[in-house]
């Protein structure tokens, strides 16, 4: 199992997962249009989402991340009051993933922020498919989708296993006293 080095575009923020595999978590293309508007907050929509409007994302627990370098990069926005936190660098708009709250051991780190484009598949597994497809931007094949309750099911598994092995903690995006790192900036 490999330790995958994180780094946003222009080299500013650099960090490591713990070692991972495959099975460590859950790898989706997700084609909400949440992930769609975070990539083009980021103005980033051409390095982030591929021709289904999809984002390559690996769901883990935020307890494997450590960011080695470039802290005071890491930004965050919520697409609502109630939103997700969507971390970014601030140098370069390289997203960086998906939380929720200090309590919910979770991140979706997404693939800019991780160095290994050409080892991806062997690292972390073939992706499960295209999830949330009602919004992408052309017609998925069939081969390609993957099947929602399936990876709703391991996704919701996994979490209540990273719940009970605390691994929301510790945390490089919210402090202990579960203060997120940058206050996000809150769009209507
Ligand atoms: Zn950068
Ligand atoms: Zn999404």
Not at 72 to 88: D, E, F, H, T
Not at 95 to 119: Q, R
Request: net charge positive; proline share 4%; with cysteine.
């Amino acid at each position: 199992m490999p330790e995958i080095n994180l780094k946003c575009s222009c080299g500013k923020v650099r960090g490591k997962t713990k070692n991972v595999n495959e099975s460590s978590g859950t790898r989706i293309m997700c084609c909400c249009d949440d992930c769609q508007s975070f990539a083009q907050y980021l103005e980033q929509e051409s390095s982030v989402l591929d021709q289904y409007g999809g984002t390559d994302i690996f769901q883990m627990p935020i307890s494997y991340i450590k960011i080695t370098e470039g802290m005071k990069q890491i930004s965050s926005v919520r697409l609502s009051a109630k939103g997700m936190y969507r971390w970014y660098t601030e140098c370069c708009n390289t997203p960086i993933g998906n939380s929720m709250g200090s309590g919910v051991p979770f991140i979706g780190i997404i693939h800019n922020f991780m160095d290994n484009t050409s080892s991806r598949d062997e690292e972390l597994g073939r992706n499960r498919g295209h999830i949330h497809e009602k919004f992408a931007r052309q017609e998925v094949p069939t081969d390609l989708k993957g099947s929602s309750l399936r990876i709703i099911i391991r996704s919701l598994s996994k979490l209540i296993v990273w719940k009970i092995k605390g691994l929301n903690k510790p945390s490089v995006f919210f402090d202990d006293n579960g203060k997120p790192i940058a206050e996000p900036n809150v769009l209507n």
